[in-house]
């Protein structure tokens, strides 16, 4: 641990924060249930390293083998308050003890409210906003369109490439890439139309260039005044950490304001500190009319919302919108546990530090290796997109290579992207200088690995 490192604590949820193997990973316990889940979980459900876990504190992840991992996933973004999070552990073990569901639309609980007024008061722009809660991000996009229907009476929903927006069917219309998420599961639903998107390393169009061309695209498919809502992510996710040209989203929202229809921004994964602000969308500056925040919103609970403009949000009728599930009483404890810890321990700027510690440690084995074409990202939201030297040409097999190394060392981080080529790290902000050091040094020796006999 270094003078200047912020105090972490050494032992979070009895799990003390260093990475250490004590059998190969998969250990012999974990392939041993990984036998007992193959002859019973569905194939479809793919798994990216079977290392069974056990236990989980900060950043590090205990399997049943005794290994500890680091964990530069936060399982895709979600625990980004770390693994046992102390306050909300608490609020889930109270708020469980107290009741686990009543269905918020038959008997209402003040942790709903609550978490309605933390979102008005947290996502950008200071108008009047009213917000629903569902359970997955999937659902929220899906209740963004309803009521982006609903409020503009138009039936079109227009997507970009290498967006992903969940994999229901609506949201696997939205989602562009076919494998894995929609092929063989048609037919879609109908109205989506996709546009171009910015994408600076690939197309090396300035954000007005993408903006114009993006609108170009949308007109000649579509007349815009069916058009009811765009869905877009501030940062593609799933799609390779695409960070747009500055102006992309922003003349995006102005051309969606002069027409009519209603900006949705799917800050699923972006949301709640992960990019170094509380929201992506306002490192441009835009004011989404909805925003659907998930994952990261309640530290691993299943939550998900859809809040914006009252004016929309409030367009379908008494009862259009709900769900059984939708606002958990636990979930809403630990969502409101979560956001305290984001606000009282400074997680928003500890997020950006970890990209600026990631970018330069990351910048620096660039120099060296050719195969990295593009080193991107916001905060604590790092992608390494990986091509043949001295091409654009995606190298997939590269990111494999590196990130099973990684795996077999004991450090969990993740692949993506329409090719496959892009390694993402999304590491829990709680994370110390000393773990995260560590685990910069196995990533940073696989990347440098590459290409040599
Ligand atoms: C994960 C994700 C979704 C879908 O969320 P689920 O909870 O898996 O349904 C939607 N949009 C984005 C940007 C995501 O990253």
Redesign the pocket.
């Known amino acids: 641990m270094t003078a200047t490192a912020p105090s972490v604590d050494q032992i979070v949820n009895g799990v003390p924060q260093h990475r250490r193997l004590v059998t190969t990973v998969p250990g012999p316990r974990s392939l041993e249930l990984l036998g007992r889940r193959e002859a019973t979980v569905a194939r479809g459900v793919s798994v990216m390293l079977p290392a069974f876990i056990e236990r989980a504190g900060g950043a590090v992840l205990v399997d049943v083998d005794g290994n500890h991992l680091i964990d530069l996933g936060s399982g895709?973004?979600v625990t980004g308050v770390g693994h046992g999070a102390r306050r909300v552990v608490a609020a889930v073990a109270e708020q469980a003890a107290s009741f686990t569901h009543t269905c918020f639309m038959i008997n209402p609980y003040e942790g709903y409210v609550a978490v309605a007024e933390a979102l008005a008061r947290l996502t950008p722009g200071d108008h009047e906003k009213r917000s629903v809660l569902l359970?997955?991000?999937?659902?929220?996009?899906e209740n963004a369109v309803k009521i982006a229907r609903s409020y503009t009476r138009r039936s079109a929903v227009v997507v970009f490439e290498h967006?992903?927006?969940?994999?229901?069917n609506l949201?696997m219309a939205l989602?562009a890439k076919d494998m894995p998420y929609k092929h063989g599961f048609g037919p879609f639903a109908p109205e989506v139309y996709r546009a171009p998107l910015s994408y600076p390393f690939r197309d090396g169009l300035t954000g007005e260039q993408a903006v114009a061309r993006a609108i170009e695209a949308i007109e000649e498919q579509v007349d815009v005044d069916d058009v009811a809502a765009i869905v877009i992510?501030p940062i593609?996710?799933?799609g390779g950490f695409i960070v747009p040209a500055p102006g992309f989203l922003s003349g995006l929202a102005a051309w969606a304001r002069a027409n009519g229809v209603v900006f949705v921004a799917?800050?699923?994964?972006?949301g709640f500190a992960r990019t170094g602000a509380m929201f992506a969308s306002e490192h441009e500056g835009v004011v989404p009319d909805l925003i659907?925040t998930?994952?990261g919103i309640a530290g691993g609970m299943?939550l998900?919302a859809v809040t914006g403009r009252a004016e929309i949000m409030d367009a379908p009728h008494v009862g259009g919108l709900g769900g059984t599930y939708g606002g958990n009483p636990v979930a809403c404890a630990a969502a409101l546990a979560t956001i305290a810890t984001i606000e009282e321990d400074g997680l928003v700027d500890r997020a950006a530090a970890l990209g600026a510690t990631i970018t330069a440690r990351l910048r620096a084995v660039q120099e060296q290796q050719p195969a990295i074409g593009d080193l991107r990202g916001r905060g604590a939201m790092i992608a390494v997109e990986l091509v043949r030297p001295g091409t654009t040409d995606p190298d997939p097999l590269a990111a494999v290579a590196v990130a099973r190394a990684c795996h077999e060392q004991g450090v969990v981080v993740l692949t993506c992207g329409t090719y496959g080529n892009v390694l993402r790290l999304l590491p829990p902000f709680v994370i110390g200088e000393e773990l995260l050091a560590d685990a910069l040094d196995v990533l940073s020796a696989a990347l440098l690995a590459l290409g040599r006999p």
């Open positions: 895709i973004a359970s997955s991000g999937a659902e929220g996009i967006g992903y927006h969940g994999r229901t949201t989602t992510e593609q996710g799933e799917d800050e699923v994964q972006t659907v998930a994952k299943p998900s």
